[in-house]
C-alpha cells in the first residue's frame, strides 16, 4: 500500500513535470510580449521585457522558472504589479475550496438520497419524474444554470444577491449552480448501482434470513451500491475544489475559478501557469485519494495489482 | 484477526470521510465574510440614510494604482476619485487648475512655471509640494523599477530620456522643484501641447517618502495618500476598492458623497444583473444591446471613446505603394453599413484624428473644424482602373491582418465583402492572436491591417506624429516630406490657432491626398447609471468624473 502510494506519487510528479514543461513551452512558442498593447513604444516594451526577464533565451527562462519553482514560487503577474501567483493562490484557494466542498458535501447527500428514492419507490410516476429531472439536470451546462439563477432570483426577484460578498445569502446562488449537475449525477450513479445490488444473491439471503427489508435496503445494498460513487467522487471532488470558472465568475466570486478566467483573459502567462500546476496537483491528489479510500472501503480492491 | 484488520480498515475509512464531512459542514455554518464589504448589497443610492454611497462597477482592471509603475486603466479610474494633477480640462477643453492655481509659459516656450496651491494637501494633512511630483517623475524614469508605460511621455523634459536610457543622470532632469510651492519644467524643445500631457499619470504627484517603487504603498490606505477629493479606505486586489471624502482636499466643502465602492465585476451579464438588482449604481462597458433595450431611459450614459480604427496599408508593397489604389480602397468603403454590422455603438468616421478629439485651440471638435473625403463607389472605380487595374483585372489578392476577436472579424468581413462587390478584388483575411498581431503590425510584414489608436491625451498630436518619418510607431513605412515639415511647423508655431492650422494641413496630405491611413470608424461605450446620482461632470476625454456628484432621492 506504502509502495502504490509512493509509486502514484512520484508519477503524478513526472506527469506534473510534463504539465510544466509543455505549458512553459506552448507559451513561449507564440511570437509577441505579453506587454504589447496598442500604444506602447517599442524602448519601453523592451524595457519592461528586460524587467520580468523576457529578454532572456527561452531555455534560461525555463531554468529559471523550474528553479523558482522548486522553490515554491509560482512566478509573479505580468499584469498585476506586484503580485506572485502564490498569493492569488493564497487568497483565493480557500474561497473556491470552500464553496467547492460545500456543493460537494450536497451532491452526496442529496444525490444519494434521490438515488436510493428512485430505486425504491413503488411509484413508476415518481421514479419517472425523478429520472427526467436528473437527465435535465446533467444535461444543462452549469454556467447556463448559474446565468439562468441571476437573471431569476438576482434581477427579477432581487431576492438574492447577485455580486457574491461572502455573506450566508450570497452562497446559495453559486452553490446551487455548482451542486445541481453533481447531484443529478450521483443520483443516477446511486440509482443504477443499487438497482444492481438489489439483484444480488446476497439479498435474498439476507431477506429468507429475516432481516428486515429496511435494515438490507438501508445497511447491505446500500453499502455495496456505495462503492462506485466512491471511484467517481475523486475526480468529482477535484472538480468542485479547483473552482468552476464560470459559475466564479458569474457571481464575481474571488476564488481561483475567476482568476483562472482572467489571467486567459489578459494572457498572464505566468498566472496561467501557475494555477495550471496547482490545479494539476489537487487533481492527481484527489484521485489518489479516492483510490485508497475505495481499497480501504472493498477488501477485492487489490492496489498495484490490476 | 484479519477480520480486526479490515475493520480497522474500514474504520479509518469512514473516519476520513467523516472528518471531510464536518469540515463541509463547518464551511457551511460559519460563513465567515470573505470581504467583510456589506455595503454592497444594503448600499445603493437614496437609502435614506445620511451616508451617501455609491457603488460603480468595473472590469478585471490591469496594472497597478502607482502613478509611476504600471499605471494603466485601474489608475486611471482611481486618479479621477482620488488624484489631483496640476491642471486638468473639462469637456469643452477648458483649464481647470487642480494642485495648481495658475502656471507661466516662457517665451521661448521652452519653460513652465507651475505655482502649487498652498491649500491642497495630502489625506494625512501634509502639504503636496513640488516634491510628489518629482518624486513620481523621478521613479518613473528610473527604467530599473519604473514598469511605466508611459515613461517615454517625459521626454520632451530636458534631460528625461537620457535619465531612463543610463545616459544621464537623475539629477540632470530639468524637471525642477524651486520651491515648494513652484514646479519648474525645462524642455528639450518647444512642445505646444505640454499641458495636455499633464493628464498621464507620470505628471501626477505621489507622496515623497511613502510612494516608493517596488513596494505595495498604494494598496494600503495609510501609505496610499491621495490628494484628491475622495481618498482610499480599503482596498482588496481584484475584488473591489473603497474610497471617501478626503477632508484635506481643498475643496471637500463642495463634495457631496461620502463614499464610493469600486467593485471589479468580470462577466458583463454579471454586471448587467448586479445594476438591475440595484447592487452596483453604475455599470460600464456593457454591450450594444443595453443601447437599444434603454434607448429611452435616463440612466443611459454613452461615453464617447476618443479612438479611431483604421485599414493601415504598407506603403512598401505593392500595389499599395501606389496612391490611386489606396483612395480607390478608402472611397469604395461603405462606413454605414460596416458600422451597423458591428454594433449600434460604432459610427463612420473620415479622419485620422478622432471624431471626439476637442480641437487644440478649444471649442469644439477638432474633426468638425474642417471637411473630409467623402465615399464614392464609382469614383473608387475609375482610380483602380487609373491605377490600371479595369474591374479589378489583374489585382493581387491582397491579406488583411486583424487581432482575433469578434467585432474585428465583424469587420474584416465587412471590409473583404465591399472590396470584392464594388471593386472586385479579392482580399484574403488572417486573424491573428493578440500578441501576434502585435507584432506583425510592430515588425510591419503585413499587406493590409487593422489599425487602432486610442487617445493617451487629448491633443491631435497624439495621432498625427505616429506618422512622421522618424517616429517609433510609424508602422507602414510612411515617409513624406511635406508631412514631416507640416508636424515641425505645427510644434514651433507661435499660437494654438497657427499651430491648428498646421495640424489640419498635416492630416490632409496623410489621409485625403495620400490615404497613408484609411480611417473607417470610431465607438463608444455603453453604461447605465442610477438616475438618482446627479452632478457628473466629464474632462475632455469624456470620461465620467463623480467628484461634485450628489444622490438625490
Redesign the interface.
Known sequence: MVKYIIKRLAMGIVTLFFLVTVTFFLTRLMPGSPFETDNISPAILASLEEHYGLDKPVEEQYVLYLRELLQGSLGISYKKSNVSVNDLIKDGFPVTLKLGLISFGIALVVGTVIGVWMSVTKSEAVRGWLLAGSTVFISIPGFVLAIVLMLVFGSELKVLPVIFDGSFASYILPVTALAVYPIAEVSRLVHSSYDDAMNQDYVTMARAKGISKKRVMFLHVLKNALLPLITVSGPMLAFQITGSFVVESIFTIPGIGKEFVNSVNNRDYTVIMGLTIFVGAIIILANLLSDIICAMVDPRIKLGKS | MRKIK?LS??L??IG??TV??T???G??SS????????D??SGGAGSGSAEKVIVTADG?L???L?PA??ALQSWNGFARLCSLPLISYDENGNVLYEAAESYEISDDQLTYTFHLREEAKWSDGSAVTAADFLNTIHRALD??T???????QLFVIEGAQEA??GTGSMDAVQAIAEDDYTLVFHLAKPCAYFTKLLALPVYYPSKTGVAVS???WYKDPETCLCNGPYMLTEF????YYTVEKNPYYFDADNVKIDKIIN?????T??V???Y?????DVASGLPDYIETQYADSDELYIWSMITTTAVMPNVNVEPLDNELVREAIALALDRSSICASMGTNYEPTYAWVPKYMTSNKGGGYFYDEVSHFSENAERAKELLAEAGYPEGEGFPTLTYTYPSNDKDAILAQAIQAQLKSVLNIDIQLEAQ???????TK?EGTFELLRY???A?FTDPINYLALFTSDS??NFNGVSDEAYDEAIANSNNAATQEERNTYLHEAESILVDENFYIIPVSTMHYVGLRNPAITGVTYNDKGESNYRFADLTE
Open positions: 479490515e480498515k474500514k479509518f475509512a476520513l470521510s471531510m464531512l469540515s463541509m459542514a464551511c457551511g460563513s465567515s465574510s470573505t470581504q467583510g464589504n456589506t454592497t448589497s478585471e490591469d496594472g497597478s502607482d509603475g504600471f527604467s530599473e519604473s514598469g511605466s508605460v508611459y515613461a517615454d531612463y536610457e517596488g513596494t505595495d482588496v486586489q481584484d475584488q467593485q471589479t465585476i468580470t462577466d451579464q454579471s448587467i444583473a448586479a438591475t438588482s440595484g447592487e452596483v492572436e493578440t500578441e501576434v498581431y502585435n507584432t510592430r487602432n489608436w486610442t493617451d517609433a510607431l
